[in-house]
């Protein structure tokens, strides 16, 4: 069974800097992709970031690009999201997931395994 747990979010002032983690234990699969998806009240789950097995290639959407960073440890089976310049509207429940193989998507239907988010409020 595989499982993914995000650590803790929290309250930022617009500006700062926050960094999620992702655990993942029970890796079936072997290589997989992973990605950070988010989701504001009242919108639905919207892509944030995705990067392949290899780390080589990395996804964003454009309203986090030069100011997130995704990356990951293979050894420790671990995915970040580095968080900077953080905005009002990157408030939102942040998730994490993963895919089987090596292809990163934009698409939540892609991927099997989901953590049970983490909450980041951007407020002053």
């Known amino acids: 069974q595989v499982q993914l747990v995000e650590s803790e979010g929290g309250l930022v002032l617009p500006g700062g800097s926050l960094r999620l983690s992702c655990s993942v234990s029970?890796?079936?699969?072997?290589?997989?992709?992973t990605a950070w998806f988010r989701q504001a009240p009242g919108r639905e789950r919207e892509f944030v970031s995705a990067?392949?097995?290899?780390?080589?290639?990395?996804y964003y959407t454009d309203s986090v690009k030069g100011r997130f960073t995704i990356s990951r440890d293979n050894d420790k089976n671990m995915v970040y999201l580095q968080m900077d310049d953080l905005k009002f509207e990157d408030t939102a429940v942040y998730y994490c997931?993963?895919?089987?193989?090596?292809?990163?998507?934009?698409?939540?239907?892609?991927?099997?395994?989901w953590g049970q988010g983490t909450q980041v409020t951007v407020a002053s």
């Open positions: 997931a993963a895919a089987p193989g090596d292809t990163a998507s934009m698409k939540p239907a892609e991927y099997s395994f």
């Open positions: 029970g890796r079936p699969y072997g290589r997989y992709a």
């Open positions: 990067v392949t097995w290899s780390g080589l290639r990395k």
